[in-house]
């Protein structure tokens, strides 16, 4: 084998492999594609599926092999009565009306049995697709006796007609259907599906109430996540969902304590400080006025705004209760406010103006948002939509705007750019990391853009 045929077959072997691969991942996506995605129904499916696989081996098992045996037996011992009573026909002639036989096969057998005339033998009509009983007969009647014949198994629900010609006449013969067939199969049908019926019944309630906890908690964990209380919520269910529900209350727990703490401590702080900073106003007070003096005011007072921006910034929106709040009122005291301080503002919003929201955090986090516009943009557009899943705050500008690079980057507490604009509203860069921190408390976020007036776009979506 030279070297170029051993490259081409393992070539050719790369290539399989590489299409067999594709071939997977393209079934395996598809079969993903197909499977529900939730819990409920995919639980719903384990139990479905092997039952209904187990009941389609037992039906073909008994349909093929015990119903259609009994059948073919019933129907053989059936004609084997007849080919018997055929041969007592021609074995005794003597019995000129047949009166023997027709007692012989009613009081042995369980067989009617009258004689027609030589001709009075029907054309073969249809066969029935799906008649295992005439299928049966017709094979055993062939095979026993081979003469000519005529059944009818669907003509009376009750009985079996069979005629068979003789050389002087046509035996016709009434047999039970039951002695024929083995009629129970309905019978384990209706009972097979009946009881998977109330199975399936019984496994549909039982698995609600179980995936209830579960969503339960999904539903309280999104709540925490959106800044809302979940009252109501207690661990329920099965062990396991009690056990993640009892996480997560302690973790909720932890999470509120390091707030509270948190808080506590910058109350404390701020308090120190705001007393240091009143007595230096009061000292300069005392002072008098000169340049000097007026400088050390400015100083103070710009101290005394980077302290409370540090201090909203660092206590978040933590005690305030969400509620139901009217988002077109709130944009349009934004607007009223813009326009005060002399900016060409605009508001339109679409959909249902009421949304569950914590009112003065969430209007604070939109209030910096319209401040930072308003410090480099003469006019402001702003627009908000609410739909079935989420409420979009669009704030849009004229001004410079901010490099796409660093679109991310302003969102870090105190960063300030010095090339094109300034965040924040107190001059200390918290101004977009305190509106994205509310933003987020609420389960969404903000996000930068290009706007259609020419500067910057900032995007607030939060769920509903």
């Known amino acids: 084998m030279t070297a170029g045929t051993l490259s081409a077959g393992l070539a050719f072997i790369r290539n399989a492999a590489r299409r067999v691969s594709a071939a997977s991942g393209w079934l395996g996506r598809w079969f993903k594609d197909l499977m529900p995605k939730g819990l409920y129904a995919r639980a719903l499916l384990i139990i479905i599926v092997p039952m209904v696989v ?19 037996r019933l129907s053989q011992a059936v004609v084997q009565d007849v080919a018997a009573l055929i041969d007592i026909y021609k074995a005794y002639p003597q019995d000129k009306d047949r009166t023997q036989l027709r007692r012989i096969a009613q009081e042995r057998l369980g067989l009617v049995v009258d ?26 009647i062939s095979r026993q006796i081979g003469r000519p014949f005529w059944i009818d198994t669907v003509g009376r629900s009750s009985v079996v007609e069979i ?50 906890p579960i969503l339960r908690l999904a539903d309280a964990a999104e709540s925490f996540g959106k800044g809302r209380d979940a009252p109501d919520f207690r661990p329920r269910g099965a062990r396991e969902v009690r056990r993640a529900s009892l996480a997560f209350l302690e973790m909720k727990t932890r999470i509120e304590r390091s707030i509270e703490q948190r808080t506590a401590m910058l109350a404390g702080v701020s308090h120190d400080l705001r007393t240091i900073l009143t007595r230096f ?23 005394s705004g980077m302290l409370e921006a540090y201090l909203s910034f660092a206590r978040g ?18 607007r009223s406010d813009a326009e005060r301080h002399g900016h060409a503002a605009t508001v339109t919003f679409h959909g249902l103006p009421v949304v569950i929201v914590k009112p003065a955090a969430f209007k604070r986090c939109l209030a910096n948002l319209v401040s930072n516009a308003a410090r480099h943009a003469d006019a ?25 690079e660093m679109r991310e980057e302003v969102f870090k507490p105190f960063l300030r750019l010095d090339d094109a604009r300034n965040q924040d509203e107190g001059g200390s860069g918290l101004g977009l990391a305190i509106a994205r921190d509310i933003a987020r408390s609420h389960g969404g976020d903000i996000t930068l853009g290009d706007s259609p007036m020419g500067g910057l776009r900032a995007t607030v979506r939060v769920p509903v």
């Open 54 to 72: 187990l009941q389609s081996v037992v039906a073909f098992v008994f349909m093929e092999r015990h119903w259609n045996t009994v059948t073919r």
């Open 115 to 140: 004689f027609l005339p030589v001709n009075d033998l029907p054309p073969p009509g249809p066969k029935p697709f799906f008649s295992l009983l005439d299928q049966s007969l017709s094979v055993q």
């Open 163 to 212: 005629r068979i010609k003789l050389d002087d006449a046509v035996m016709r013969v009434y047999a039970q259907r039951g002695a024929a067939y083995a009629s129970n199969s309905e019978i384990f049908i209706f009972w097979m599906l009946g009881t998977s019926s109330i199975l399936l019944i019984v496994a549909v309630l039982f698995l609600r109430n179980q995936i209830k």
């Open 281 to 303: 106003k009061l000292e300069l007070a005392l002072i008098g006025d000169s340049p000097e003096v007026e400088g050390m005011r400015k100083d103070v007072d710009e101290m």
């Open 317 to 334: 929106d933590s005690g305030e209760k969400a509620q139901p709040t009217d988002m077109e009122q709130a944009l349009e005291e934004l």
């Open 380 to 404: 402001i557009a702003i627009t908000g939509h609410r739909d079935h899943r989420y409420l979009t705050v669009t704030v849009d500008d004229d001004g410079p705007g901010i490099p796409l």
